[in-house]
């Protein structure tokens, strides 16, 4: 059965709508990210996007370093650090509300864009499948990370974790999925596309009523004009050069396929689920719970597929609490002022 979560967090930390108490000033933004992203007016996001920043990641499919992109910790801690990785096309922004509530509970906290999303320089374009992107991570982990790590996947970002903890069981401690999409047969019929189609159909994915469909579906309760905002800052990594043809490499490559590995997962897992997903059933929250060898599941009541942008402080609390009851060393607690 899925567990709700009851508790009565701060307003600042209930949710990413509510600006009064995080001003943000003129940020300096990284000259590599889009001009676009002078446009978006979520503080929350301005202030992450401040903070990305490039590095080498050297990976045995390609003969240069790739400048992959990141949100670094501002210090270390005595805690498993913390990795968030994000869903399907997207980009480590997805992470805009709760990024913030994580560092101040005292968490080793990092954002980090999976290989072929997000705003790494691609312009030599690398091979963006799924063994690649999992070796892009593994090297990032090795080079900066270095220690068995949380890793956090939402949406099909609980795939790429699956995939990874399967394969690289030395790097990951615990493992957190929000809203999960791990039972998807791989990207279909697209892997079968000429490349004319397929091309065709990553356009329309890039295209703004297209994101504006998916916004709506994934959040519950959202004004449009944040809708409009935060569909921007979906796409915003969309609009680099290389977009289109990292996108089609993943596509015709066959993507995720990991619901056979599901029970192969040996780390303790948390279960996060949006209560009016819209985009995954609660069915196949339920199923994975029984799937997965040592796992916990919880229900965060009126939300939709996206509980770390509409719910960050519920997510936030679980993941503090998740660690505090995992780990040697403690967070600190979430503030509740």
Known sequence: ?????????????????????????????????????ENIKDPFARKLAARIERLPVHVNFSESCIMSSVVKPLKPSKT??????????????????????????GLETWAVDILGWGFSDLERLPPCNVTSKREHFYQLWKTYIKRPMILVGPSLGAAVAVDFAVNHPEAVENLVFIDASVYAEGTGNSAKLPSIIAYAGVYLLRSIPVRLYASILALNHTSFSTIIDWTNIGRLHCLYPWWEDATVSF??????????????????????????????????????HCELPNAIIRQIPDCGHLPHVEKPGAVAKLIVEFIQENCISEPQLVSQR
């Open 251 to 288: 596509m015709v490559s066959g993507g995720y396929n990991v619901s056979t590995q599901i029970e192969q997962v040996k780390q303790k897992t948390l279960i996060i689920w949006g209560e009016d997903d819209q985009i995954i059933s609660s069915k196949l929250a339920v199923r994975l």
């Open 80 to 105: 498993s650090p913390v990795v968030l990785l994000h869903g399907f096309d997207s980009s480590c922004l997805e992470w805009r509300c709760t990024y913030p509530l994580l560092e101040e509970a």
């Open 1 to 37: 059965m899925l567990t709700h979560l009851t508790f009565s967090p701060a307003p600042f930390a209930s949710t990413c709508r509510n600006k009064t108490q995080f001003k943000v000033f003129a940020e300096k933004f990284p000259s590599f990210l889009p001009k676009e992203v």
